[in-house]
């Protein structure tokens, strides 16, 4: 079998520090996603996505940077995590996307949270809060094929407190200097003499922890003084100017500027005096740029065109270009990026981003990129011509574990859903130009409860099971159906009595169907008690549902949610389990549960949605999985209890009993099942004894016909529903994250042969669900999509190889 990598997806780690975008000539953006380093090459015309993951770290990455090689051809990424190490990668001469882990840190005795690195300079430093900042050389040959490292300095903070923060710059030809801050409103300023740094100055003024710091020289000249920004949680940004020589600089007439108002007393012009081998600078406040409503993450630097100008981003949902008004001097804000903040305050279900985490420069500097709250990047590109930043498609994936995936019915797109709170779509975005590309085209489930599972009971209507005890069944909305079919080519039936979208009342959990009004229709009945408040949530405009590009951010957050149908109850506890029958007409669930009287299967027929008593009894402890046999004839469920049972179809169209059973099926918990596609029926049952056992339904008994074993525990197994000359494919996952595939003939179930994909491309953590993709005719090959602990979603091509 020949497996690769067709689609992942992946939301960005909640830590400024945790992406870094190359400006040395690959290109890519690293982000921290989850404890994997994600590469991503936002400029890609063809919009293919993360491209390259990286394993190693065992816990969250924090901080991620490239290293300045000053060669085109080498790539150095430093990346440090909660694990408290930091690594180094080297990318692959030929292979820019290719890194290998060259060498790993351990040297601090908490999490790492930043790395900062300085140009044409082999030095590093690194913050962790064990409250201290480590000072490091890289050595190396002049190709970096061999990589070490020097602990220079260890700088034991005092007072004591967290370095959020840390900003390396080039004081003069001979000395460096070093800000850091943090945990409180102070930045302290260390200066090098010969390889160790001294503190020599403390900067006061903020009001709150500091989240930002970066230097740059004022102009292009290297003799020019030396800038630092600062931006805190108190809202603000601070500008201190670095000067060479006795005598002060001029004074900055940013300080008079109007908008300060009652502030300019407390702004201190002190100046503070720092010395280094050769020679004297003065700090002095330069300015305070007023104007974000929120916390402030990040603020970095570029030379633009001549200009010099500051990016910043806030919790409030923006992203700020800053400039110096040549005349005055004064710094203004002159392009601001993200949301109006009349969204701010409310939840992630009626729109709110909840705040951009990290801003970043490209290395040409005419894009920029924001990740959010929700782990989704957003893009913005400069046009000359018009002098504006115009919107991208950029990158969106779930930020927890992901628990359950399944495609729908016909094949065409997928569902994933997530700890993260949130059930996501996937499909292709064809294009006749370019080769499709994987995108999210909707968010149906923005939810308030962490979600387990989900199944598609036909090609526009999905149920899902939460930690709430009730499942929720959603169908599409038109806005969603036209989208697809104009974007996709998925063909929906006919729309015309659809509700065109979804939203989350403001005090609601359950999605309303609302209908769009036309852009230039009123937005209030006339009739109506004008104290009445319209929510704005309630409202969207027909123009917000027409698209002609993947939706971004924004729209899937707020206008492409699902209306909610159907709640099913009956369970006592979270749901664990689902799974529709194949003609769509039952739905069996199941919960957690410690007792007999819990640990019951459910079912619910899909016309009434009525529960079909009585509930099915037979294990002691939480069913894990649930699936319908190929015809529907058998109902198969797996659990805790190391029992699976088969129940069969009776004559009365709904009800099932229980035919077989094994009470020790495995001999620990068994944690997931499948049927095959052979004419016998055949089954497969996988569990924390590290086998995937296959049983075969013959008269009046079931036989064990063949085991495959794995290195760890197996949590997922999944058949193909396809056979081919007798031979069936069956993928499984285990709990560290290896996928294998099965070839499984007929008549020799014991002889099955396994296919292992390969560690690089394979999940970091336990795979919950593995799903294989309907509806592929036999030369386009198989698609498997993968549901992993790493907060992924993977979709692998599976060719089988010629024999």
């Not at 800053?322 to 969204?343: F, K, N």
Request: proline share 4%; aromatic share 8%; charged share 20%.
């Amino acid at each position: 079998m020949d497996i690769s990598t067709e689609f992942v997806s992946v939301g960005g780690n909640r830590n400024p520090a945790a992406a870094d975008w190359d400006v040395n000539g690959t290109g890519l953006l690293a982000f921290g996603a989850d404890n994997c380093i994600a590469l991503w090459d936002p400029q890609d015309e063809q919009l293919r996505g993360v491209n390259t993951v990286l394993n190693g770290h065992a816990k969250s990455v924090n901080a991620v940077r490239f290293f300045p090689t000053d060669l085109t051809q080498v790539s150095i990424l430093l990346s440090g995590a909660a694990d408290n190490t930091i690594r180094i990668w080297r990318a692959q001469n030929d292979k820019a996307s290719t890194y290998i882990c060259m060498k790993t840190i351990s040297g601090h005795t908490n999490p790492i949270t930043k790395i900062a690195t300085l140009p044409k300079s082999d030095i590093f430093a690194t913050g962790s809060s064990d409250g201290s900042v480590k000072i490091w050389k890289l050595v190396h040959d002049e190709s970096f094929s061999s990589v070490d490292v020097e602990l220079l300095q260890t700088i034991a903070l005092k007072p004591r407190y967290f370095p959020l923060i840390l900003a390396l710059g080039q004081l003069d030809a001979d000395s460096m200097v070093l800000a850091v801050a943090g945990t409180r409103p102070t930045i302290q300023v260390f200066v090098s003499r010969d390889t160790q740094f001294h503190l020599s100055a403390t900067l006061t003024g903020h009001e709150g922890w500091i989240r930002a710091l970066d230097f740059t020289r004022e102009t292009a000249d290297a003799s020019s003084d030396l800038l630092l920004a600062s931006a805190s949680q108190d809202k603000y940004i601070r500008l201190w100017r670095f000067h060479q020589g006795n005598e002060l600089p001029v004074a900055s007439s940013a300080l008079n500027d109007p908008a300060l108002g009652g502030l300019v007393k407390s702004l201190s012009n002190k100046a503070h005096w720092i010395e280094s081998a050769t020679s004297k600078h003065s700090i002095t406040f330069e300015a305070l740029l007023l104007g974000h409503e929120d916390w402030i993450y990040t603020a970095s630097w570029r030379h633009r065109d001549g200009k010099l100008q500051l990016l910043s981003t806030s919790e409030d949902n923006s992203l700020s270009i800053w400039e110096s008004d040549p005349a005055s001097g004064v710094w203004v804000c002159i392009t601001r990026l993200g949301e109006i903040s009349a969204q701010k305050g409310s939840t992630s279900a009626t729109g709110s981003a909840g705040g951009f985490w990290i801003g970043l420069w490209s290395p040409d500097g005419n894009s920029v990129v924001s990740l959010g709250r929700t782990g989704s990047w957003r893009k913005w590109i400069y046009s000359a011509t018009e002098d504006m930043w115009a919107q991208q498609v950029a990158i969106t994936g779930h930020v927890r574990e992901v628990r359950g995936v399944t495609w729908s019915r016909d094949g065409a797109y997928l569902l994933s859903t997530s700890q993260d709170q949130t059930t996501r779509l996937f499909s292709e975005w064809k294009r006749e130009e370019t080769a499709p590309s994987w995108h999210e085209f909707s968010r149906p489930q923005i939810h308030g409860y962490d979600l387990n599972c989900v199944d598609a009971i036909s090609d526009s209507q999905f149920v899902s099971g939460a930690d709430e005890k009730l499942l929720r069944v959603f169908d599409e909305p038109k806005g969603v159906a036209e989208m697809l079919s104009k974007l996709c080519n998925i063909k929906s039936k006919d729309t015309t009595d659809l509700p065109d979208a979804a939203n989350i009342p403001v005090l609601g959990l359950s999605n309303k169907a609302i209908q769009a009004v036309g852009d230039d229709e009123p937005l209030e009945d006339g009739e109506e008690d004008e104290r009445e408040a319209v929510d704005p949530a309630s409202i969207i405009k027909k123009s917000a549902l027409e698209f002609s590009h993947p939706p971004f951010e924004d729209h899937l957050a707020r206008h492409l949610l699902w209306p909610e149908t159907e709640k099913l109850y009956g369970h006592g506890y979270e749901v664990s389990a689902v799974a529709v029958s194949r003609d769509g007409s039952l739905v069996a669930t199941a919960c957690r549960a410690s007792s007999i009287d819990h640990a019951v299967i459910r079912l619910y027929d899909t016309k009434e949605w009525l529960e079909v008593k009585p509930a099915l009894k037979a294990h002691s402890l939480t069913v894990t999985s649930l699936q319908f046999s190929p015809n529907d004839r058998y109902l198969l469920s797996v659990g805790r209890d190391r029992q699976w049972a088969v129940w069969e179809r009776s004559e009365e169209p709904s009800l099932y009993a229980l035919k077989h059973s094994n009470p020790k099926g495995h001999s620990r918990m068994i944690l997931s099942c499948a049927w095959t596609s052979f004419e016998q029926p055949t089954f497969l049952t996988a569990g924390r004894d590290k086998s995937v056992k296959i049983w075969q339904v013959a008269e009046g008994e079931v036989e064990l016909k063949g085991t495959v074993t794995a290195n760890t525990s197996v949590t997922a197994v999944a058949s193909s529903e396809r056979v081919i000359d007798g031979t069936t494919w069956f993928a499984f996952g285990t709990e560290t994250g290896e996928i294998g595939i099965v070839s499984a003939k007929a008549d020799e179930l014991d002889k099955s042969e396994v296919t292992m994909v390969s560690v690089d491309i394979s999940p970091a953590k336990t795979i919950n669900q593995i799903v294989w993709r309907p509806g592929r005719s036999e030369g386009q090959g198989y698609q498997i999509a993968v549901a992993s602990d790493d907060s992924f979603v993977r979709v692998y091509n599976v060719v089988q190889g010629s024999t």
